[in-house]
């Protein structure tokens, strides 16, 4: 019910009324003047409510009257009285109808009141009501009741002086309120200020409003009374105390602190009053030192007085609270005091109050904010806020260092803290706290043996104070162990709590505008202000110290998990908030300080240590106490959990973990999880840390690069508790997430990220060279499991990430480079089969970005790496090989990235890749890279540690080949595309394009690489290779090269095909001639490949071959080409240089090649149908080779059929010259040169070692020498027409070497005939048929060929004579093959007697046929048959063979028998003057030959030997001896000589007794002897030449006997009884019998026949055979009988006449 309500007011009537009633009837009695007052006022009020609608305000205007008869009953100083009057007063002031005189004489009355000490309670509830109901009272009435409070506070009545002293408090309120109120009412108003008169020091009061005024004197003097001076306005105190004033002052500024700020009047008298006292009062507690001297000091120092003190200290805080913004200057002295309060050589209830104090403005970061731009940010003025953080800092330090004065314990412990055991039990602390205590430990902080309980002081966030709210107490309270310790500790955090949270929450606003302003603006650039940034630096700046410098220490001496967690998270903030502001140095320092907490203490790990030097260097001096950065303390009071191994290059023994080291990691890892993006650099002290952690765990990486939980290598040295085991995985877990989380880092603070994983892992490689120690793998590990999240930025961070494994994987410690090619490739198969946006198949860059690696991998040396090297790209392969596309060329360049140093396995796997590149991924990658493939294929093939490989290889190129064959069309319009966009380009940068075989289309440079690769197949190292190679090649042209433009045919054979035959020609020439022992292994050599020489020689073989069967396949087509006829002389020059190597493989097959290109077909023995047979069977023609098989002697496959079946099997047709166009061969250069080349060949292989024979010299073969020959019909008959007599000698030449030359020892067995038996070697056939071709052709020829015969017979003849004289090879010595044997290298002669024979039979046929022609007859080619008989003839029995001569006989009779009557018939032309002389010399030498027949001859044989003898001597009495006429007469005398000679003397002296009568050869006598005499006396005598011939044999017979029979006689005698020798008998009865005939034959014949001299002789012989009676031979003495018988016919008388003239 409100007051002015009508009920109220009559109410409140009413009451009046009854008041004064009473009041009257109290007062009746002794007090009459009142109770007249009492009644006259109830008339008074019943008056005024009868008169007025308005009662309350009428009561108001009346109200000195109406309260007077109240007053008067006060005076009465009865306390009934008096307090019947007090209420009633009350109840008017609470109705407000109190005027201003009537308020003021209430005063008056109340003050009266007071000094009687009458009803002291009432009256202060009365000036309460009175001052509180309504704003009446002003001034001197005022103060004058506030005046009346004090002076009742200070009564001897505790109840009074409290109640006095909460009115006082109240009254003070409501003064201020009163000018706040008043304030509120005139706002809005603006008044003009007079101007200030005179000095404006004293502010004047005159401005004020009235309760400002009031406000303004009451302040004043309470201040006044503070400092012990006299008040203005209020008069009449008459004491006073300082605590109560010092109160008074706190609670009106922390109430109205809007007063102060608004009026300028109160702002002075804050600075100029309140400021100037409060330091006076603070002078004792400055001065004052605990523990100074006891000597007197020199003045007497005023000691600190705690309620003072106190209050003062609450007054500062409300100053610096609400004023600050004021006074400046002053909080800067206060704040300065503050801090010194908190030295340890103040007392303790002081630092504890002062501590409380900093508490309080350290909840208040807007506070601190300001301090910092007042004072830290101003030059020249105290770095404030920096000094209360160290001072706090400092303040914590002490308490550890400097025992507390109550803590004996401590005190006299020494301070390495070793008596902390004893200590810890006398406090009743935890103890020696082990892991074992069972103990509920209290929180404590224990740090070097002082042991510091903790308390729960306040709330986080609120600074409760306890000792500052002691106002009752007078003296210092006594403060709890740990208290002061609680509270400095909870304001550090809230400290820092505050300050982060302001700073981050005003950095979160920028960073929410920028954004937006980024959104509306795109274009412009953010720019905050900078002034907020400067600040918050510099607070962190000012702080970071000494907030590190305590959190370090009460790290280290936390024993307790909840207080360890706050110090870590304030830390943690901290290094955050740090990060934010870029503020490097700190923040480092404050990870750093985490880093050291989660190692075991004293764990050397140079990053930390490195950076805390450089922390501590800057030594930040507190009132001349130096902050340090301190380092955890040796002995841990911590709970073990884990023991493992430091991670160190030299091993250590072991460290401990405890379980706050575990704690602290946790942060740790929470720090980084949190807060990574703004950790920059100090990624790197935040992952060496975990890295060592992790290490001492025993955790190690998993796949993917997750750490888990596995043994150490060195062996069981790591020890965890079950209380870490169970942490362990969860700490793997956070390990994991930190780094996923990297995805939300942005990109500057990933790459800081990635550089600390790699300068860590560079001191991982650094530690882990030079010894096998099992390495650290944290941070590659790491690397991988970062750059596995970051799958979508991959890019920015590729580089960086890969550039450092790559160097990993070249590290010396296996384990090392395992992982770090387990992190590569792992990566790359990651990247490659991420889905990128856009995908990579569009993203060509990319995609090549990610390969580049796998490639640079091809760098690295070592095995293990390029195992998993190519292990990735075979994986790549088999999951991404269809998409590679352009990131083909990297690939197949790892593939191919093989050296021969690389081990076997290497090259098995890396050519897998290859295979399944070549069976599967031919089609889908481009065909720029077909090229590429080809290469790399080629590159397989040249490795030497895997021979499988190497032809597998060539496999593969052959498949390559047919890929290419299937797809041509394809690929040429691909390849031409690219061409022309590759042409383009080089135009435009004005360059030519260079590619390999340039001017060739791309299609045919394909294939021109690919014959190229095998090209240098061929010439391979190893055999097996070049052959398959070479096959390879061959086939594929043969196949595949119809699809090449002609143009490029011209590439193939100049570049791929001679170039070839070039490398091979070196290459054989120059191969050693060593033998291999074996091929390795147990593999047996044969010996026809037992040296190098000889397995190149094979190579050169083939090459030879299939270069050749090219040029004879595609003879037509190369025809096309320009310079066909320099290729064929090319071709021709290697077929040359072949054929003269000194290998008979080479130089055989080089014949067989050359037959070939002259297309000459040799007969197909059985053994070769074999290769047909295969092709039939469908197996394919690569793999048979014409040549392999070809052994001596074996003439060429004709090899059409094979390059027929070869072109069918591949379907492209053979180029069949149009018709007509064979012609096209004929063409006569081709064959000269072909010709000449035949010369060379022949003329040098034939030709005889020069010098003296060496064993080393080389000599064709025979098997070489054959196929030479036999080319040479065929190409004659390309040549004949210009074929000349120059070119016959030539070939006379070569056919005569050929034959000379010997056969090696131990061939002879598979060339030589037995010797018994007569057939001609394939070479003497050859030679014959050769000039049996050469003779038919002059035969057919035109008249001018005819003039070789005679050159013919020449050759032929020197064949003939080798019957008797085999040719001489140079200086070889050659043996008899009778006498050679095999196994020995020697050179053998042939058995020419059967080719000698068969050339002489040719002779003879040829003759036959040509004895007409002139060229033979000018030539004397007859001539020279018999002087080439004559040889043989003259041998006889010493011919190496008994046939020749007999055939030389024979074929002497048949020339003779042509050749006489030719020679007859041309008798006059003198042109067979010479032939007689010779013809005789023949006849003599074999008629009378100096060889004596064998011994072993039988009589038959002898008997067949003389009647050839015979029938010589019959062809002189048929065709020579009739025609004497027309023979000069010489050669008819050596006739007769001759057959005289052999009428008597034929017999051949070694013949036994018992044959002597055969051996006679009487038959031939006695033939020679009637040819004699038949000539002696023909009958018809025609020519006087003949009558002399038969004059002259008879006179030389005579003569002969005479001879014999007189050197018998003589022999007789002289020999006595011995029987004289058995050929002298034979001769003797020989000539006898001679003589008997002759008798006969001069019977028969007409005595005019015979000369008279001739008589004469005959009957000479009378006397001596008379003389030979006597002889003793029977035989003798029969034939004796014989030849004297018909000397009777002689007995006749003389006759005396003279006959012929003669006597």
């Known amino acids: ?569 304030a830390e943690m903030t901290m290094a955050s908030l740090c990060g934010r502001l870029c503020l490097v140095t700190p923040r480092d320092a404050f990870i750093t300080a985490i880093c050291k907490a989660s190692l075991p203490p004293h764990y050397a790990l140079t990053v930390l240590s490195s950076n805390s030097a450089n922390v501590s260097s800057k030594a930040y001096s507190i009132q001349g106490q130096s902050v340090q950065i301190i380092s955890p303390s040796s002995e841990s009071h911590q709970q073990v959990v884990a023991v493992g191994q430091p991670l160190t290059a030299q091993p250590q023994g072991t460290v401990v973990l405890t379980a706050k080291n575990i704690q602290c990691m946790r942060t740790l890892l929470n720090l980084a999880h949190c807060h990574g993006a703004v950790l920059g650099t100090s990624w790197q002290l935040v992952l060496a840390t975990l890295q060592h952690l992790v290490w001492i765990l025993g955790l190690k990486p998993a796949v993917g690069g997750a750490l888990k939980p596995g043994r150490a290598v060195e062996g069981l040295s790591t020890v965890l508790t079950t209380a870490v085991m169970t942490d362990l995985p969860v700490i793997s877990n956070i390990l994991s997430r930190l780094f996923e989380s990297s995805q939300y880092l942005d990109d500057v603070s990933l790459h800081h990220l990635i550089n600390a994983l790699c300068s860590l892992s560079l001191e991982a490689m650094e530690m882990a060279y030079g010894n096998n120690k099992e390495p650290s793998l944290f941070a590659v590990a790491k690397l991988l499991e970062t750059g596995l999240v970051n799958m979508d930025r991959i890019e920015i961070l590729w580089r960086p990430l890969t550039g450092h494994l790559l160097e990993v994987c070249q590290h010396p410690n296996s384990r090392m480079r395992e992982w770090g090619a387990e992190a590569l490739t792992a990566l790359i198969k990651a990247g490659l089969s991420y889905k990128h946006d856009p995908p990579l198949s569009q993203n060509q860059r990319l995609q090549l970005l990610l390969l580049n690696p796998l490639k640079e991998l091809s760098n690295v040396l070592h095995g293990d790496i390029r195992q998993k090297q190519l292990e990735c790209v075979l994986q790549i392969l088999q999951s991404q090989g269809d998409s590679l596309g352009p990131g083909w060329p990297l690939v197949l360049g790892v593939i191919g990235a093989i050296r021969n140093d690389q081990g076997e396995s290497l090259i098995r796997t890396a050519f897998q890749c290859l295979q399944l590149v070549v069976t599967d991924f031919l089609p889908t990658m481009p065909c720029t890279c077909l090229q590429i493939v080809v290469d790399v294929a080629g590159s397989f093939g040249l490795q030497n540690q895997e021979l499988n490989i190497s032809l597998t290889s060539i496999g593969l190129l052959w498949n390559i080949s047919d890929y290419f064959f299937q797809r041509g069309e394809t690929i040429t319009l691909e390849l031409e595309r690219e061409e022309e966009a590759l042409q383009k380009q080089a135009q435009e940068k004005g360059e030519t394009l260079n590619r390999p075989f340039h001017p060739a289309p791309p299609f045919d440079c394909l294939w021109l690489c690919l014959y190229a690769k095998l090209g240098e197949l061929c010439v391979d190292p190893r055999p097996a290779v070049r052959k398959s190679a070479g096959q390879t090649l061959f086939s594929t042209i043969a196949a595949h090269g119809t699809l090449l433009q002609q143009p490029t045919w011209h590439i193939v054979v100049w570049k791929v095909l001679f170039q070839l035959l070039n490398c091979v020609r070196t290459s054989s020439t120059t191969a050693d001639k060593e033998k291999i022992e074996s091929g390795g292994g147990n593999i047996l050599i044969h010996h026809s490949r037992d040296t190098a020489e000889k397995q190149w020689a094979e190579t050169w073989v083939l090459t030879l071959a299939g270069v050749a069967r090219i040029f004879n396949t595609r003879r037509y087509l190369l025809q096309q080409l320009g310079d066909f006829f320099e290729a064929w002389e090319v071709l021709l020059n290697h077929i040359q240089s072949a054929a003269l190597s000194k290998n008979n493989e080479v130089s055989l097959a080089a014949l067989k090649s050359f037959q070939e290109i002259l297309q000459i077909v040799t007969p197909v023995r059985d053994s070769d149908k074999a290769g047909d047979a295969l092709v039939a069977m469908g197996v394919p023609p690569v793999l048979i080779d014409p040549l392999s098989a070809s052994g001596p002697g074996r003439p060429l496959v004709r090899s059409d059929s094979l390059v027929e079946r070869l072109t069918r099997y591949n379907g492209a047709e053979l180029q069949a010259p149009p018709p007509g166009e064979e012609s096209a061969l ?32 080389f000599i064709p073969s025979q098997p070489f020498l054959t196929a030479l020959i036999q080319i040479f019909p065929a190409l004659y008959q390309h040549i004949k027409a210009n074929f000349s007599m120059d070119d016959l000698k030539k070939l006379g030449v070569i056919l005569h070497g050929a034959v000379s030359v010997p056969i090696s020892s131990d061939a002879s067995p598979f060339i030589l005939p037995s010797y018994t038996e007569a057939t001609l070697t394939s070479l003497q056939e050859a030679v014959l ?94 001539q020279s048959i018999i002087k080439t008989l004559r040889m043989p003839l003259g041998l006889k029995y010493a011919c190496p063979s008994e046939s020749t001569w007999k055939l030389a006989v024979s074929s002497l009779l048949k020339v003779l028998s042509i050749g006489l009557p030719v020679a007859r018939q041309h008798a006059l032309s003198g042109k067979f003057d010479s032939m007689w002389p010779e013809l005789a010399n023949a006849f003599e030498d074999f008629l009378f030959t100096k060889s004596t027949a064998p011994d072993n001859l039988s009589i038959q044989e002898f008997q067949q030997n003389e009647s050839v003898d015979v029938e010589v001597v019959q062809l002189i009495s048929t065709e020579i001896l009739p025609f004497a006429n027309f023979i000069p007469k010489d050669f008819v005398g050596q006739i007769m000589t001759m057959l005289n000679k052999g009428s008597i003397h034929s017999q051949a002296p070694s013949f036994t007794e018992a044959e002597i009568d055969v051996r006679m050869r009487e038959e031939f006598s006695k033939v020679c002897f009637e040819t004699l005499l038949q000539f002696s006396f023909s009958n018809k005598v025609s020519t006087p030449q003949e009558g002399y011939i038969s004059r002259m044999a008879l006179s030389v017979l005579l003569k002969r006997a005479q001879d014999v029979l007189r050197r018998y006689v003589e022999d007789e005698r002289l020999s006595g009884r011995c029987p004289l020798p058995r050929q002298q008998v034979t001769e003797i009865i020989f000539v006898l019998k001679a003589i008997s005939t002759l008798m006969d034959s001069l019977k028969k014949t007409h005595p005019e026949n015979v000369d008279g001299n001739t008589w004469a002789q005959v009957i000479a012989l009378y006397p001596t055979l008379v003389e030979c009676i006597t002889c003793s031979s029977s035989e003798v003495s029969a034939a004796l009988k014989e030849a004297l018988g018909p000397f009777k016919d002689f007995m006749q008388p003389p006759i005396s006449k003279v006959q012929n003239g003669e006597s």
């Open 1 to 569: 019910m409100s007051t002015s309500s009508p009920e109220a007011v009559k109410k409140l009537v009413e009451n009046m009324q009854t008041d004064l009633r009473s009041l009257s009837m109290e007062c009746k009695k002794k007090f009459p003047p009142v109770k007249e007052a009492a009644e006259s006022g109830i008339v008074k009020i019943k008056t005024i409510a009868a008169r007025n609608t308005d009662i309350l305000a009428a009561l108001k205007e009346n109200s000195s009257e109406v309260v007077q008869p109240f007053l008067m009953g006060c005076g009465t100083k009865e306390p009934k009285i008096t307090q019947l009057c007090l209420a009633a007063i009350q109840r008017l002031m609470s109705h407000e109808v109190v005027s201003e005189a009537a308020a003021g004489n209430i005063i008056n009355m109340l003050w009266q009141l007071m000094e009687n000490g009458l009803e002291e309670l009432k009256l202060l509830q009365t000036v309460l009501v009175l001052l509180t109901t309504n704003t009446v009272v002003h001034d001197e009435v005022l103060s004058k009741a506030i005046v009346l409070c004090f002076r009742l506070h200070f009564t001897k009545d505790n109840i009074t002086n409290n109640t006095a002293a909460a009115t006082v408090r109240q009254v003070v309120t409501v003064v201020f309120e009163r000018m706040v109120a008043e304030d509120e009412r005139f706002k809005g108003i603006v008044e003009k200020t007079p101007p200030v008169q005179g000095n404006t020091n004293r502010r004047s009061v005159s401005t004020l409003r009235p309760s400002a005024k009031d406000a303004y004197m009451l302040f004043q003097d309470l201040c006044q009374l503070v400092n012990a001076d006299a008040p203005y306005w209020l008069v009449g105190m008459t004491e006073m105390t300082r605590t109560f004033g010092l109160e008074l002052l706190e609670s009106v500024l922390n109430d109205f602190p809007a007063v102060f700020l608004q009026h300028q009047e109160f702002s002075f008298l804050l600075k100029e009053r309140v400021c100037p006292l409060v330091i006076k009062l603070f002078s004792p507690n400055i001065k004052f030192r605990q523990g100074t001297s006891t000597a007197v000091p020199p003045a007497p120092v005023e000691k600190p007085y705690f309620p003072i003190c106190m209050r003062l200290l609450r007054v500062v805080s409300v100053l610096i609270k609400h004023f600050y913004s004021l006074l400046v200057t002053e909080c800067e002295i206060f704040l300065s005091l503050l801090v010194k309060f908190l030295d340890g050589e103040k007392p303790q209830w002081l630092r504890a109050v002062a501590v409380e104090s900093v508490h309080r403005l350290c909840v208040q970061p807007h506070l601190l904010c300001s301090f910092c731009q007042s004072y830290d940010m101003k030059q020249h003025s105290t770095k404030v806020f920096r000094d209360i953080v160290n001072a706090l800092g400092s303040f914590i330090q002490s308490l550890f260092i400097v025992p507390n004065a109550g803590n004996a314990a401590a005190a006299t412990a020494p301070a390495g803290g070793s008596g902390s055991g004893t200590q810890g039990t006398a406090q009743g602390g935890p103890g020696t706290v082990g892991g074992s205590s069972t103990l509920t430990t209290q929180a404590a902080f224990e740090y070097r043996g002082t042991w510091i309980p903790l308390m729960t002081v306040s709330v986080q966030g609120s600074a409760k104070a306890t000792y500052l709210e002691m106002l009752d107490k007078v003296e210092p309270p006594s403060i709890p162990e740990g208290y002061a310790m609680s509270v400095a500790f909870s304001a550090l955090l809230d400290l820092v709590r505050g300050i982060t949270s302001m700073i981050e929450r005003e950095l979160t606003t920028e960073e929410e505008a920028a954004a937006e302003f980024r959104e509306t603006h795109p274009e412009q650039e953010w720019k905050p202000e900078a002034g907020s940034h400067l600040v918050w630096e510099e607070m962190v700046n000012a702080s970071w110290c000494g907030l590190l410098a305590a959190l370090s220490l009460l790290l280290d001496a936390s024993t307790d998990e909840a207080a360890t967690e706050n110090i870590l998270k």
């Open 1226 to 1257: 004929e063409d006569s250069a081709l064959w000269w040169s072909a010709w000449n080349t035949w010369y060379r060949t022949g003329t040098e292989s034939t030709r005889p070692p020069s010098g003296p024979a060496e064993k080393l010299a």
């Open 1329 to 1422: 048929t050769a000039l049996d071709v050469l003779q038919k052709a002059i035969c057919v020829g035109p008249e001018n060929l005819q003039i070789m015969y005679p050159a013919i017979f020449e050759q032929l003849l020197l064949f003939v004579e080798f019957s008797c004289k085999p040719p001489q090879y140079g200086r070889v010595e050659t043996k008899h093959v009778a006498n050679a044997k095999y196994n020995q290298a020697e050179w053998v002669a042939l058995n020419y007697v059967p080719f000698a024979e068969r050339s002489l039979e040719v002779v003879v046929y040829l003759y036959h046929k040509t004895a007409c022609h002139k060229a033979v007859i000018n030539e004397k080619v007859l």
